[in-house]
């Protein structure tokens, strides 16, 4: 069975950093390109971050130079390093293969204070 669990979250001051942590059960991970998405309340669910099977990276611009996405593929996890937060960025993130192949984990709630 697929799990996807998300952490790392929390309250944070404008300028601030967080790392979210999302880790991958039940699949073969390493074959996956993975993406972090976030949910502001009232907002679509967006794509903030992807990272391919080799590595490769995207970002969207709101989070460029901003974010960091990585990959462990010996402990199955995908990690987003988030710097200079602004208050924008609150939201529940959370990740999914980057073409949405899995069910959706609980998310991880970034709140950054102005």
């Known amino acids: 069975q697929v799990q996807l669990v998300e952490s790392g979250g929390g309250l944070v001051q404008a300028g601030g950093s967080l790392r979210l942590s999302c880790a991958a059960s039940?699949?073969?991970?390493?074959?996956?390109?993975m993406g972090w998405y976030r949910q502001a309340p009232g907002k679509q669910r967006e794509l903030v971050a992807s990272?391919?099977?080799?590595?490769?990276?995207n970002y969207a611009d709101a989070v460029k130079g901003r974010f960091t996405i990585s990959r462990d593929n010996v402990k199955n996890m995908v990690l987003l390093q988030m710097n200079s937060l602004k208050p924008e960025d609150t939201a529940v993130y959370y990740c999914?293969?980057?073409?949405?192949?899995?069910?959706w984990g609980q998310g991880t709630q970034v709140t950054v204070s102005s």
């Open positions: 039940g699949i073969m991970f390493r074959f996956y390109g």
């Open positions: 999914n293969s980057d073409r949405v192949t899995f069910t």
């Open positions: 990272i391919g099977s080799g590595g490769s990276t």
